[in-house]
């Protein structure tokens, strides 16, 4: 999977453009091709060793935790508020994750 980021470290307008790249072996997940797009609204916590950003997904209602595969260090501070768009990654089977598993678009701090 490749995905062109925009990323404006806190709020200042300084932007990345560039692509990251990940890889997935599609024997060891389940679920569609397909990728969702979300927009995702919380706050950036850390959880042992790992960053998640605990929030909502546009209109779901639940607060869930997402765990992002390429969080910047300008963002890796607990208890950041953000919005971001995002695509859901597959989980991988019998895997226990942090969160939901998502490669971000754009993010923004609020």
């Known amino acids: 999977m490749l995905a062109s980021i925009t990323m ?16 997935y072996g599609t024997s060891n997940f389940s679920g569609s091709e397909s990728s969702e797009t979300v927009t995702i609204i919380g706050t ?3 959880k042992g060793d790992l960053w998640v950003i ?3 997904a546009g ?6 935790d997402y765990y992002p595969s390429n969080l ?10 953000v919005s971001l ?5 597959p989980i991988p089977d019998g895997v226990r994750l942090a969160g939901t ?7 923004i701090k609020l």
């Open 44 to 46: 950036v916590m850390l």
């Open 8 to 23: 404006h470290a806190f709020g200042q307008g300084t932007e990345f453009e560039g692509n990251i790249a990940g890889y």
């Open 59 to 64: 209109n779901t209602g639940g607060v869930h």
């Open 85 to 89: 768009s995002a695509i859901m990654d």
């Open 54 to 56: 605990h929030g909502t």
């Open 101 to 107: 598993p998502i490669t971000i678009i754009e993010i």
């Open 72 to 81: 910047t260090k300008p963002f890796k501070v607990d208890g950041l508020r």
